[in-house]
Protein backbone atom coordinates (compact mmCIF):
# COMPACT_ATOMS: atom_id res chain seq x y z
CA UNK A 1 0.00 0.00 0.00
CA UNK A 2 2.95 2.32 0.83
CA UNK A 3 4.12 1.83 -2.60
CA UNK A 4 1.15 3.34 -4.22
CA UNK A 5 -1.16 4.95 -1.39
CA UNK A 6 -3.33 6.33 -4.46
CA UNK A 7 -4.71 3.26 -5.71
CA UNK A 8 -7.93 2.55 -4.37
CA UNK A 9 -7.35 0.30 -1.77
CA UNK A 10 -10.04 -2.15 -0.40
CA UNK A 11 -9.89 -5.02 2.42
CA UNK A 12 -10.83 -7.65 -0.08
CA UNK A 13 -8.11 -6.93 -2.33
CA UNK A 14 -5.51 -6.32 0.21
CA UNK A 15 -6.85 -9.95 1.49
CA UNK A 16 -6.87 -11.90 -1.69
CA UNK A 17 -2.70 -10.50 -1.63
CA UNK A 18 -2.09 -11.83 1.21
CA UNK A 19 -3.71 -15.15 0.72
CA UNK A 20 -6.57 -14.51 3.76
CA UNK A 21 -9.98 -13.75 4.37
CA UNK A 22 -10.24 -10.02 5.21
CA UNK A 23 -11.40 -10.80 8.48
CA UNK A 24 -7.92 -12.68 8.96
CA UNK A 25 -5.78 -9.91 7.00
CA UNK A 26 -8.19 -6.63 9.16
CA UNK A 27 -7.06 -8.97 12.69
CA UNK A 28 -3.70 -9.62 11.98
CA UNK A 29 -2.54 -5.96 10.44
CA UNK A 30 -4.67 -4.70 14.27
CA UNK A 31 -2.20 -7.18 16.18
CA UNK A 32 0.72 -5.33 14.20
CA UNK A 33 0.33 -2.12 13.65
CA UNK A 34 -2.08 -1.62 16.29
CA UNK A 35 -5.52 -0.15 13.47
CA UNK A 36 -7.30 -1.58 10.61
CA UNK A 37 -5.30 -1.20 7.31
CA UNK A 38 -7.40 1.86 6.10
CA UNK A 39 -7.22 3.35 8.85
CA UNK A 40 -2.90 3.03 8.25
CA UNK A 41 -3.36 3.85 4.49
CA UNK A 42 -5.91 6.91 5.80
CA UNK A 43 -2.76 7.76 8.42
CA UNK A 44 0.04 7.37 5.19
CA UNK A 45 -2.15 9.41 2.94
CA UNK A 46 -2.51 12.07 5.45
CA UNK A 47 1.21 11.88 5.65
CA UNK A 48 1.90 12.35 2.33
CA UNK A 49 -0.43 14.87 1.94
CA UNK A 50 1.47 17.09 4.50
CA UNK A 51 4.94 15.99 3.07
CA UNK A 52 3.92 17.76 -0.34
CA UNK A 53 2.01 20.83 1.67
CA UNK A 54 5.07 21.43 3.98
CA UNK A 55 7.67 21.13 1.10
CA UNK A 56 5.84 22.67 -2.23
CA UNK A 57 3.17 25.32 -2.85
CA UNK A 58 0.54 22.46 -3.46
CA UNK A 59 -2.91 23.16 -2.51
CA UNK A 60 -5.08 20.64 -0.63
CA UNK A 61 -6.64 19.49 -3.30
CA UNK A 62 -3.02 18.91 -5.19
CA UNK A 63 -1.80 16.56 -2.62
CA UNK A 64 -5.05 14.77 -1.64
CA UNK A 65 -5.48 13.92 -5.44
CA UNK A 66 -1.76 12.81 -5.59
CA UNK A 67 -2.93 10.37 -2.75
CA UNK A 68 -5.58 9.13 -4.42
CA UNK A 69 -8.79 11.06 -3.37
CA UNK A 70 -10.21 12.91 -5.98
CA UNK A 71 -12.53 14.95 -2.92
CA UNK A 72 -10.97 17.46 -1.64
CA UNK A 73 -13.50 18.21 0.90
CA UNK A 74 -12.88 14.44 2.29
CA UNK A 75 -9.22 14.52 2.12
CA UNK A 76 -9.19 17.83 3.99
CA UNK A 77 -11.73 16.25 6.66
CA UNK A 78 -9.08 13.38 7.03
CA UNK A 79 -6.11 15.68 7.00
CA UNK A 80 -8.11 17.74 9.99
CA UNK A 81 -9.38 14.30 12.11
CA UNK A 82 -6.07 13.10 12.01
CA UNK A 83 -4.07 16.33 12.86
CA UNK A 84 -6.16 18.88 13.95
CA UNK A 85 -5.06 21.51 11.29
CA UNK A 86 -6.27 22.74 8.58
CA UNK A 87 -2.43 22.49 6.41
CA UNK A 88 0.62 21.65 8.02
CA UNK A 89 2.27 24.31 10.45
CA UNK A 90 4.03 22.09 12.29
CA UNK A 91 7.14 23.04 13.92
CA UNK A 92 9.74 21.09 15.21
CA UNK A 93 9.23 21.65 18.65
CA UNK A 94 6.06 20.43 18.33
CA UNK A 95 6.65 17.37 16.71
CA UNK A 96 9.59 17.03 19.59
CA UNK A 97 6.93 17.14 21.98
CA UNK A 98 4.98 14.51 20.21
CA UNK A 99 8.37 11.95 20.40
CA UNK A 100 8.24 12.72 24.05
CA UNK A 101 4.36 11.89 24.56
CA UNK A 102 4.43 9.28 22.97
CA UNK A 103 7.55 7.31 24.42
CA UNK A 104 6.25 4.97 27.39
CA UNK A 105 2.91 7.20 27.85
CA UNK A 106 -0.65 5.69 27.25
CA UNK A 107 -2.53 7.86 24.57
CA UNK A 108 -5.63 7.41 22.60
CA UNK A 109 -5.98 6.16 18.88
CA UNK A 110 -6.57 9.72 17.87
CA UNK A 111 -3.17 11.58 19.74
CA UNK A 112 -0.84 8.43 18.72
CA UNK A 113 -2.12 8.82 14.76
CA UNK A 114 -1.36 12.65 15.65
CA UNK A 115 1.47 12.03 17.23
CA UNK A 116 3.45 9.86 14.27
CA UNK A 117 1.82 12.63 11.65
CA UNK A 118 3.37 15.26 13.91
CA UNK A 119 6.69 13.33 13.94
CA UNK A 120 7.17 12.45 10.76
CA UNK A 121 7.88 15.69 8.88
CA UNK A 122 10.77 16.30 11.54
CA UNK A 123 12.48 12.86 11.20
CA UNK A 124 11.06 11.16 14.83
CA UNK A 125 11.57 7.77 15.08
CA UNK A 126 7.75 6.35 13.73
CA UNK A 127 8.19 2.84 15.92
CA UNK A 128 8.88 5.06 19.43
CA UNK A 129 5.02 6.44 18.70
CA UNK A 130 4.01 3.26 17.27
CA UNK A 131 5.31 1.20 20.16
CA UNK A 132 3.31 3.57 22.57
CA UNK A 133 0.33 1.85 24.50
CA UNK A 134 -2.50 2.99 23.57
CA UNK A 135 -5.02 3.55 25.92
Given at each position: M????A ?9 K???L????L ?13 V ?22 QA ?15 F ?29 V ?14 C?E ?9
Amino acid sequence: MQADLAHPWSLAELAKIAHLSPSRLRQLFVEIFGMPPIVWLTLQRVRAMARTMSTTDATIRQAAAEVGWRNQAHAAKQFRKLTGRSRPSIGLRTAIQACGRARGAVMSVSAVLAAVFMSAAHGCDEKDVLDSRVG
